[in-house]
């Protein structure tokens, strides 16, 4: 990012995604113009909202940075508005009995959060997918809600102990249990110091229940 953007928008994206805090209009096309030149650079032709609607699968609706001028010439082109949202049809996918016309509408969001990547010809840009009257019609925004939750919870708890504690972020995979032990036992432990974790242990039994004897 530092390399296609400029420091004011560099800083507004890593704030956006370690605070929450919103980019504006001006900055978000800066994003998408370093973006789009990003893209183009590693032969990107269009780009996509790519989400995970509630079909257990992943969805995209795509669109080509190339626009008419008007006058029969096409120019490539991609703004902080086509990089902020875009509006998939919500009535081809599960939406929860909302059939109405104007309900059906949907809409997707950038979530800077995730980083963009690019497949084939295609920039993908991770996104959430709400409908028209702000039902959750994916998989992600849930997550997000509840990472948002577990950080104002566990930040009330962190201000017992350290006041100036202002976010706490959860990650998937951590071990389940953790062990104190004896200093001097640790002094002998090369594996420990070197790395603070343990990589010597006895070998598991295979099948655990027949092997143990």
């Avoid at 029969?72 to 081809?92: M, N, R, W, Y």
Wanted: aromatic content about 10%; charged content about 25%; hydrophobic content about 40%.
């Amino acid at each position: 990012m530092k390399k296609y953007l400029s420091k004011e928008a560099f800083q507004a994206v890593v704030s956006a995604i370690d605070k929450g805090i919103r980019i504006d209009r001006k900055i978000a096309d800066q994003v998408a113009t370093g973006m789009k030149s990003w893209a183009i650079e590693l032969g990107a032709t269009h780009y996509t909202h790519w989400f995970q609607p509630l079909t257990g699968g992943t969805a995209e609706k795509h669109d080509a940075f190339a626009e008419p001028t008007g006058t029969g010439e096409v120019i490539e082109t991609f703004s902080g508005k086509l990089l902020a949202q875009q509006e998939p049809d919500a009535s081809s996918f599960p939406s929860g009995g909302i059939r109405a016309t104007f309900e059906a509408r949907g809409y997707t969001a950038w979530d800077p959060s995730s980083p963009a990547f690019i497949i084939d010809d295609t920039l993908c840009i991770p996104t959430i997918f709400i409908s028209y009257t702000g039902e959750v019609l994916d998989q992600k925004t849930p997550l997000i809600k509840a990472l948002n939750a577990l950080d104002q919870a566990a930040v009330e708890v962190c201000h017992y102990f350290d006041k100036d504690v202002t976010r706490v972020t959860a990650n998937l995979g951590w071990e389940q249990e953790y062990f104190l032990i004896d200093e001097a036992l640790y002094e002998t432990r090369p594996d420990l110091k070197l790395t603070e974790r343990t990589l010597m242990g006895h070998d598991s039994a295979k099948t655990q229940q027949l092997e143990h004897q």
